[in-house]
């Protein structure tokens, strides 16, 4: 083993993956700094295979070090810039939302709401990144490189696919949750609000609204958002039936009104 080679391993095995004394690679104080062989091996290769081995493999070192530190570091440090390519965050926003997807078709709505939020976390992490804040997110992305380039412009069928992907997600989110056992009707008309602020007359978030209007006892918003579903599709079934229910909620409200003013 060269000399170059036993202080490395030494330097190694004493830090368990890292430098213990923070000095410089080769020749940077410790006891075989004296060595005349140590002392070469500082000064600028010339032609000799074995010094050429041993350079290499002291890079070698020097790239399984940094690879394993970021591996410590939860894999925050991102060594490709290519991997940071908005086109790359878009994709991956959208396989979480299509693995989403089928989880809400096999039935594991709980896997499904994971997704739908992995892809959104993606989405607005981005936003965020190219100076589009969504100012509804309080929690920011930890999932996102922070490397990608504020400068950086998404092309119009990007911006369309993340738009797309953010709306289906929300409506997805909603319908997951009135699946549940115990639904929480106040994130089931949250997560509709922000899709209708985006699209007005999007069905799926007006009916749900008006669903989640009427368990939430609020008959007025109900019918509203359920008149404006019925318009987008005048033959759904489920729509009329709640209009029924909210309509015979508010005509017992007046009734019960009118009775306490007598």
Known sequence: MSAVKAGIDGRVDSGRGGFADGSS??????????????????????????????????????????????????????????????????RRALDFKCQGTQCYKDKKYREAIGKYHRALLEIKGLCRVLGDPDPSSKSPSCLLPTTISKFTTLTDEQKGAMENAELECYNSLAACLLQMELVNYERVKEYCLKVLHKEGKNFKALYRSGVAYYHLGDFQKALYYLKESHKQEPSDTNVIRYIQLTEMKIRRKAQREKKEAT
Request: proline residues 8%.
């Open 25 to 90: 690679s080769v020749g940077g104080g410790g006891g075989g700094c004296g060595s005349p062989r140590l002392q070469q091996c500082a000064q600028p290769p010339n032609n000799s295979n074995s010094r050429t081995k041993d350079t290499r493999y002291y890079h070698h070192q020097q790239q399984q070090l940094q690879l394993q530190q970021q591996k410590n570091l939860g894999g925050s440090m991102w060594k490709q810039p290519s991997h940071c390519e908005p086109a790359d965050v878009v």
